[in-house]
């Protein structure tokens, strides 16, 4: 058994886990490895990728860059929060604000170190990074339409570091990030709706408050239906193997989601669809592996770390 200074500190750590999201920091992690890996350096050998120190610090620097970015984002949250996520928001509270922002500037501070192990150009990207998720903090979530694209324009940030890195410039890449950038743009959507009472609150000018729920459900449509182009795309133009499979399912979800997105609204059942939507982007990084099974068979085959 614990003893109360155990437990103590056990809560504090939960809490600031808590914060910091650290398993959607650890669903990242496994996508940039997995999109290496099998998309970005696929003509490498597994090993040379794996224990490539340069990509391992831009990894963990990228990590670091996203936790400070979710400490900064609870910062300016916390109120609306209080709100919207209030047993959330009680576990966060038990690490204090100072403590969140020592953390939020030891963070940066550590990506931008980790970033200057590789090159100079990382640290400049880092830095521009990090001044952008606080610039979106600060200013741009509370602005309609706009937030929505930057907040997923962020989103896919740490698989573009890494794109560069490699020097992987495939329009089969491309087509990909154009999905996920539209189903991170239905979910941001999907947030203002479960978030409207608190955004009301605060004073946010989110999609839902300026132009009203029916609007947001109407662009949220067209975003799905434009789900279909980069599937079609990637399902007749490129070779992605079995993980056609995964894109439909994805859309078969999709219009489960648009049928319970016009018949739902409150807040508990809107965040049923957020659920929804999560799972199509968590499933998305372990169906990297469906690009070419063999490979995948292969390479954890002749796996030696010896």
């Known amino acids: 058994m614990f003893n109360r200074k155990q ?24 996508a940039q490895y997995l ?36 400490i900064i984002n609870n910062f300016y949250d916390s109120e609306k929060d209080l709100i ?30 980790m970033a200057s192990y590789v090159s ?12 952008a998720i606080w610039f979106y903090s600060h200013k741009l979530k509370k602005r309609p339409i706009i937030g929505n694209v930057v907040s997923a324009l962020l989103t896919l940030t ?20 154009a999905f996920l950038f539209l189903i991170i743009s239905i979910r941001e959507l999907t947030k203002d709706l479960e978030n409207i009472k608190g955004d009301l609150t605060q004073n946010y000018r989110t999609v839902p408050i300026v132009y009203g729920e029916a609007t947001s459900k109407q662009i949220i449509t067209a975003l799905v239906v434009a789900t279909l182009f980069p599937v079609y795309f990637l399902i007749a133009k490129f070779d992605i193997g ?11 979800l999709l219009i489960i989601y648009l049928i319970l997105l ?30 070419d099974v063999d490979l995948v068979i292969n390479r954890i085959m002749s796996v030696n770390f010896i």
């Open 84 to 113: 919207n996520r209030p047993n959330k928001t009680m576990l966060d509270k038990l690490v204090s604000q100072n403590t969140k922002l020592s953390f939020y500037f030891v963070l940066n501070f550590s990506a931008v170190v």
């Open 262 to 291: 016009w018949s739902f609204s409150t807040k508990t059942q809107y965040l049923w669809l957020h659920n929804i939507l999560k799972l199509i982007i968590v499933a998305g990084v372990f169906s990297i592996l469906l690009i």
């Open 120 to 131: 100079f150009k990382p640290v400049l990207f880092f830095s521009f990074y990090i001044f």
């Open 158 to 177: 740490p698989f573009f570091v890494i794109f560069v890195y490699y020097y992987n410039f495939k329009y089969v890449i491309l087509v990909h990030a």
């Open 242 to 252: 079995y993980m056609y499979l995964y894109f439909f399912i994805c859309e078969i």
């Open 35 to 70: 999109a290496s890996i099998y998309i970005f350096a696929s003509d490498m050998p597994l090993k040379k990728v794996l224990f490539d120190v340069n990509l391992l610090m831009l990894v963990l620097a990228t990590a670091a860059v996203i936790a400070a970015g979710y």
């Open 7 to 30: 437990k103590h500190i056990l809560l504090k750590f939960f809490s600031m886990f808590s914060v910091v999201r650290g398993y959607n920091i650890l669903i990242v992690v496994i």
